[in-house]
């Protein structure tokens, strides 16, 4: 079975920075379809903030467009998402996301216990 752990969520200021991680683990990994990371917060539905295949293709929500960036270390099976020029509206649980193939047929599609990212003024 595949495992998505995040780190890096806390309290940061507006206009601050700050860094998440993720590490997809278990004993089986062939390889990374792709990885990512939502968000929500309470009363609203889960949304897409960034994503990012495993040959650098990334997709982006458009209000985090030129202030995030999702990066991918495939031999690690991590990925990051660094958060610059934050906001209030950043505020939420960010949860990891992926798509790791345990052998050459079989995907694996998952999700990470979630990271809380507050961000105040």
């Known amino acids: 079975q595949v495992q998505l752990v995040e780190s890096g969520g806390g309290s940061v200021q507006a206009g601050g920075s700050h860094r998440l991680s993720c590490l997809a683990s278990g004993r089986s990994i062939f390889r990374i379809g792709y990885m990512g990371w939502y968000r929500q917060v309470p009363g609203k539905q889960r949304e897409l903030v960034a994503t990012i295949h495993s040959g650098g293709t990334t997709n982006y929500q458009d209000s985090v467009k030129g202030r995030f960036t999702v990066s991918l270390d495939n031999a690690k099976n991590m990925v990051f998402l660094q958060m610059n020029s934050l906001k209030p509206e950043d505020t939420a649980v960010y949860y990891c996301?992926?798509?790791?193939?345990?052998?050459?047929?079989?995907?694996?599609?998952?999700w990470g216990q979630g990271t809380q990212v507050t961000v105040s003024l």
């Open positions: 996301n992926a798509e790791i193939w345990i052998d050459r047929d079989t995907t694996w599609h998952g």
